[in-house]
Each structure stands twice: as structure tokens, then as C-alpha cells.
């Protein structure tokens, strides 16, 4: 991944137009169709789940010598935008995918790699991230979870929140405590099994949107680990996820694109059928502003996901500015599109019977995880640009 100086920072190449078209019409025709039902039952897309993965587009990012695609930075966000684009918590699959696994690339021993990272390439399980906790949120350094060296084992108890698809997933990367004494340096990093004795999950949230994507805690009691399942050397855990929200805040900024980008077909198509005082409401000039400021917005945005997504692919200097910057923009832009969708609407846009509402709701979350929008932007200033 890293080091691949080839990789030309804006050019879209036709492999991945032709694999936009192919997830589009995947989406279109095996998503799409629950999604409505899906946020409304609040339940696991299965149907995504299920074609995505017969079609290997459910962790495109994992490498070719460990099973997977070995799809670059920019395909894989090609594949969470359309996929998103009709519904975002099944964008959830190959976004999380990548979040849960990327800290066993990044610093994971080969037999790690060959034994998870295959794994998950075979859609033998999904790959969750457990960072945050009830008290560490955007301060993950204070979090309280511990990790006991035991032998040949390691013990973890504590307990996680606000964890993506914690349930679903067969494998979780957990950030523990194994030194408090050194704080952030004091974190390690490991691979926790679902099966493993002693994890457990707490009832799913209650969301305002992404209903389809389970949010729970994890429980950790006294569940002890093969030795070998630390991820790097111990005290690296910290450091490990930081570089890990480096790269896949670019996920979420694509997420954002397509929820966007949903938002601005629907909208384009319903004021160009809309009639009012004798003719289509995309005729008034009124409208034709709010629909040239919302593309304005999503191609800035999407200019700045994809010069993202080629620095993640190079391993760039300046990654975690350029990471948090398309995070932070795209998602608002999103928000910004979506309430814009909404009011073209009108009162339908308010109502389950149109999906606005529902992308409008989607949105939200994507200012919010993987680090508060606030806190992206202490992150870029922090690592802005020379």
C-alpha cells in the first residue's frame, strides 16, 4: 500500500469507472431495495451482506498475497461512495471492514496478517474497531480497559463503546491498557475472537440514523488471548490506531460523497417531474441555486476524498492533514446536501415515504465518528500543511 509513488494523485483511471459502474448496478439492483426496510426494522442489511461478498467487494482493500482484491485506497472509497449512495449502513460493511482490520496491516505480524486478513477476504467474518469507551471518547488516551500479560496469554477486561457492527463481526482489534503508567505509550493493541470466552455485547443502540449497522458495547471479562495476538510490539496500540483513523477517515469521507450523492439524484430527478404554477419547479431560479450550490459542494468534497485516498495509497507525509480535511469537509458537505434535498422536497422530503429523510438522518454520523468534526479540526491544525 504504502510507497506505491506511481499512484497519480487526481487521475481516475478506467478500471475504476468501470468498477463504479459495477458496484452502481450492484447497489441498484441488490441493495437498494431493502433499504428502506432496513432502517425502519432496524436491522443487519443481510442482502448487502450477502452480495457484496459474492461479488469480493466486501473488503476490497485487503492485499492480493493474503486472499483479497487488493483494491487501492480510491477503488475501495469508489466502492463505500456507490454503495452508499443507496444505503449508508450497508456502506458500513467494506468501511468497517477496513477500520477493524487495518490495524493488523499496518503493524500485524505475518501470521497475523495470513490468519485475519484471509479470513475476512473470505467473507468468513467481519472485522470490527474497539477504541472508544464510556469515559475516553475523543480522549481515547484515558481509556481504562487493561491487558494483563499471563504466560502465554494476555487477559483484557473492560469494556468498549460505540462499537460498529459489534455483534455481527467475528473479530474485533481492541485498544487496551498494558502500561498505565506511560499513558498513551502504556496501549496496546490486539485481535479479540467473538468466540473467545468472555466477550459479550451490550443491546444495540437506538440510533438517529444507520439503523441497519449495529452500535453496541463489548464487554471484555477476564477474556484471555493467545500471546500471539498482540498487534506490533506492546505500548504501539495508540500510535497504531491513530495511523489507522489516518487512513480510514478517507472511508468516511466517501460514505458522506454517497450519501450525498444520493441525496442530489433524488432531488435532481423530483424537481424536474414537480409541477407548480404550470410548469417543472427546476424551471425557477430559486431552485436551480440550491441545486448548483449542492454539486458545487459534493464535487469540492469528492476532489478532496480522492487526493486523500491517493495519499493513503502512497503512505504521504501529510496524510493525517489530508485525512481529517476530507473527513471534516465531506461530511459537512453532506449535511449541508441532504437538508438542501429535504427542502426540495417540501413536506414530502419530511416524510419515510422518500428517502431524504433518511440520508438527511444518515449523514449526521458521518460529523460525528471516527473523531467529531471538532476534533478534526485540532487534528488539521495540528498537521497543517508546509
Not at 503508567?181 to 443502540?205: M, T, W, Y
Not at 498482540?230 to 472511508?251: P, Q, S
Amino acid at each position: 500500500m504504502a510507497g506505491r509513488k506511481d499512484f497519480d494523485l487526481f487521475r481516475v483511471s478506467e478500471e475504476h469507472d468501470m468498477l463504479r459502474e459495477s458496484v452502481r448496478a450492484l447497489a441498484e439492483a441488490k441493495i437498494a431495495p431493502f433499504a428502506a426496510e432496513v432502517d425502519e426494522q432496524s436491522r443487519f442489511p443481510q442482502e448487502a451482506l450477502d452480495a457484496l461478498t459474492a461479488n469480493d467487494l466486501h473488503a476490497v482493500h485487503v492485499p492480493e498475497e493474503y486472499g483479497g482484491a487488493g483494491a487501492d485506497a480510491l477503488a475501495t472509497v469508489i466502492v463505500i461512495e456507490e454503495v452508499a449512495r443507496v444505503c449508508a449502513s450497508s456502506s458500513l460493511i467494506p468501511a468497517v471492514n477496513k477500520l477493524g482490520s487495518m490495524p493488523v496491516m499496518l503493524a500485524g505480524s505475518e501470521d497475523l496478517k495470513r490468519r485475519y486478513l484471509g479470513a475476512v477476504a473470505r467473507g468468513d467474518g467481519m472485522f470490527s474497531y474497539c477504541l472508544s469507551e464510556p469515559e475516553a471518547g475523543s480522549d481515547a488516551a484515558a481509556m481504562k480497559t487493561r491487558a494483563v500479560r499471563d504466560g502465554d496469554s494476555w487477559v483484557l477486561d473492560g469494556v468498549k463503546r460505540w462499537i460498529t457492527n459489534a455483534g455481527v463481526s467475528e473479530f474485533y482489534t481492541v485498544m487496551a491498557v498494558t502500561d498505565p503508567e506511560k499513558r498513551s505509550k502504556g496501549i496496546s493493541a490486539f485481535v479479540v475472537e467473538k468466540s473467545d470466552e468472555g466477550v459479550s455485547f451490550g443491546a444495540p443502540e437506538k440510533k438517529l440514523g444507520i439503523k441497519g449497522s449495529p452500535t453496541r458495547e463489548v464487554y471484555l471479562d477476564n477474556v484471555r488471548i493467545p500471546a500471539d495476538r498482540i498487534i506490533g510490539e506492546e505500548g504501539t496500540g495508540f500510535a497504531t490506531a491513530m495511523k489507522t483513523l489516518d487512513h480510514t477517515r478517507v472511508t468516511i469521507a466517501a460514505q458522506a460523497l454517497g450519501i450525498a450523492q444520493g441525496a442530489l439524484d433524488y432531488a435532481k430527478g423530483y424537481v424536474r417531474e414537480r409541477k407548480q404554477f404550470g410548469k417543472p419547479i427546476a424551471d425557477f431560479q430559486g431552485i436551480q441555486f440550491m441545486l448548483a450550490d449542492m454539486a458545487m459542494k459534493l464535487e469540492a468534497a469528492r476532489q478532496l476524498t480522492y487526493a486523500a485516498a491517493a495519499k493513503s495509497e502512497r503512505g504521504d507525509a501529510d496524510l493525517t492533514f489530508h485525512g481529517a480535511a476530507a473527513k471534516c469537509f465531506a461530511s459537512d458537505a453532506a449535511m449541508e446536501i441532504t437538508v438542501d434535498a429535504v427542502q426540495l422536497l417540501g413536506g414530502y422530503g419530511y416524510t419515510r415515504d422518500y428517502p431524504l429523510e433518511r440520508m438527511m438522518r444518515d449523514a449526521k454520523i458521518t460529523q460525528i465518528y471516527e473523531g467529531t468534526n471538532q476534533v478534526q479540526r485540532i487534528v488539521m491544525a495540528r498537521n497543517l500543511p508546509k
